[in-house]
């Protein structure tokens, strides 16, 4: 029972251009989701989170944006850099410092 | 850097046998949580510790255990190891909301 989801795999995006990851999670009691991101033989590198009270968070490059009523998050990366090569993960906690649902990634390949 | 970390990075032994994997978290931080990441199951929720007490349990294995002890770091034991068990193990450390994972044990069981 795959309670976050993200139903792409892969992901090729040129240089400067908009990554658009999406999410999906069944779970209605998830309300803190973050976003991961990975680089092989190394762990997850924590990016961005939001919280179910806010529908919209940003931090430099990266914004995040909740439809709770669709149960859908995405992250944006705009503009895009070959740096951000790696593979994305999607999170959830039924509360803060509870336990993370991860979804099953989704690779990211910046073209210069 | 996360200012978690693991040892060992990696990890070569063979069925029926015991490890145990370290964690030592971020300076400040009382929860440890442990992850699986196998290629088939993703990363997946083991088992969390807040100041040396057990807070949550996933899907884990009863051959599996873990502790924290009083400085703060944990412990993961792993025995009568199965080929099944050969993954990623990554240990993640918080203080409120945001989890930081250290760069994990690679387990190879032959």
């Known amino acids: 029972d795959q309670q976050v989801k993200q139903n792409s795999p892969s992901l090729s995006v040129q240089e400067g251009r908009i990554s658009i990851l999406n999410c999906d999670y069944t779970?209605?009691?998830?309300?803190?989701f973050l976003w991961y991101k990975k680089y092989p033989a190394e762990g997850p590198t924590f990016l961005i989170s939001?919280?179910?009270?806010?529908d919209k968070n940003e931090d430099g490059r990266f914004t995040v944006f909740l439809n709770k009523s669709a149960k859908h998050l995405s992250l944006h990366i705009v503009p895009s850099q070959p740096g951000d090569s790696a593979v994305y993960f999607c999170?959830?906690?039924?509360?803060?410092?509870?336990?993370?649902?991860f979804g099953g990634g989704t690779r990211v390949l910046v073209k210069p | 850097d996360s200012g978690v970390t693991q040892t060992p990075k990696h990890l070569i032994t063979a069925t029926g046998q015991r490890v145990t994997l370290r964690c030592s978290p971020r300076?400040?931080?009382?929860?440890v949580y442990w992850y699986q990441q196998s290629l088939d199951q993703g990363l997946q929720f083991l088992i969390q510790?807040?100041?040396?007490?057990?807070?949550a349990k996933g899907n884990i294995l009863e051959r599996f255990s873990a502790q924290q002890f009083p400085d703060l770091h944990s412990e993961l034991n792993l025995s009568s190891l199965e080929l099944g068990d050969s993954a990623l193990y990554f240990c993640?450390?918080?203080?409120?909301?945001?989890?930081?994972f250290g760069p994990g044990t690679r387990l190879t069981v032959l």
């Open positions: 993640a450390s918080s203080v409120h909301n945001e989890q930081f």
């Open positions: 779970n209605s009691m998830f309300d803190y």
């Open positions: 939001i919280s179910s009270i806010k």
């Open positions: 999170a959830a906690s039924e509360a803060a410092g509870n336990k993370l649902t």
């Open positions: 300076s400040g931080d009382l929860s």
């Open positions: 510790y807040y100041n040396g007490e057990e807070r």
